[in-house]
């Protein structure tokens, strides 16, 4: 099959388009003929890291249909759309035209999503899932400001946020206000012109897609016992004296994609694809992604050419 791999310092430029081997399919996994994949931060920085699987190939989420099966797979049957997650390090990745996967870490495509669509929501989901709902514990009426609110994770946080009810506020630049608003986003603020706390008070929630800096000033704007939850950074104990700091909930694939499907069924969650690359131009495309420019998600568009 034809993939990405990469070589050298792991750099977007140093991935190559080559051929090589069809993953092997284990007793509990699926074969999957990837139709699109998506570029998440986590691709890369694993890919720098040098903490890739064997083969090189990088990439998460992947959209495609069941080719085969290993013999302790009950349903899923071939020519099963799906949509779902390899976990890169230990696995191919996604940046090919067939990934192995264990079953449990697909769901079936949801039925109003194009494939590129299943292909750019599954980490995303499960992220916004582990932090505003298993960890955060969301309720209705609760104000929730989302820092990074256009970005890939933080813009299904909006979306979850406001599906549970609650008054979403939001961080981004000015020119994804009106993107944010759409999403459901009841207020914007520009932190290019403005400090967040001066702004925004007595919030119930911050949920942090950014890290640094605007982790260390969260705590401002929380209420007296507010939740703080970040995925971009570790809260200390000086942050969490007045407020609190919940443990970060499990990653679960499963629970994660299986907690958004009534919503994307009800059309209360969409994801955004800002741009699509052929597998050729994977470099290209993890570069978009590593400028941090990207409103939603960055897919690619993968076409097998071999059975088998």
């Given at each position: 099959m034809l993939a990405a791999t990469a070589k050298g310092n792991g750099d977007p430029a140093a991935l190559d388009i080559r051929r090589v081997p069809l993953p092997a399919v284990g007793p509990g996994?699926?074969?999957?003929?990837v139709r699109n994949a998506s570029v998440n931060p986590v691709d890369w920085k694993l890919q720098a890291a040098g903490r890739l699987a064997s083969q090189g190939v990088p990439g998460g989420d992947f959209s495609g249909n069941v080719v085969a099966r290993g013999a302790a797979?009950?349903?899923?049957?071939?020519?099963t759309a799906v949509a779902g997650i390899v976990y890169q390090q230990s696995r191919s990745g996604s940046y090919a035209e067939y990934v192995s996967v264990p079953a449990d870490q697909v769901v079936p495509k949801p039925a109003n999503f194009s494939f590129a669509e299943a292909a750019a929501y599954p980490t995303t989901a499960v992220a916004a899932w582990r932090f505003l709902v298993a960890t955060a514990a969301v309720q209705p009426g609760e104000r929730v400001l989302v820092h990074g609110g256009a970005g890939g994770v933080g813009s299904l946080v909006v979306q979850l946020a406001k599906a549970r009810g609650a008054h979403v506020i939001a961080t981004a630049s000015a020119r994804n206000h009106d993107y944010l608003r759409r999403i459901g986003a009841d207020d914007v603020v520009?932190?290019?012109?403005?400090?967040?706390?001066?702004?925004?008070?007595?919030?119930?929630?911050v949920v942090d897609t950014v890290g640094g800096e605007t982790l260390q000033r969260s705590p401002a704007v929380l209420r007296e016992g507010g939740r703080l939850v970040s995925m971009a950074g570790r809260t200390t104990p000086a942050m969490c004296r007045r407020i609190r700091c919940p443990a970060t909930a499990d990653w679960d694939v499963r629970k994660g994609m299986r907690y958004v499907e009534p919503l994307i069924a009800a059309g209360k969650l969409k994801v955004n694809i800002h741009r699509r690359y052929p597998l050729n131009e994977a470099a290209a495309a993890q570069q978009f992604n590593r400028e941090g420019r990207t409103r939603g998600k960055v897919v690619l568009d993968v076409v097998a050419e071999v059975t088998p």
């Open positions: 996994d699926v074969l999957v003929r797979v009950d349903g899923l049957a071939c020519g520009d932190y290019q012109a403005v400090r967040f706390e001066d702004a925004v008070k007595d919030v119930d929630v």
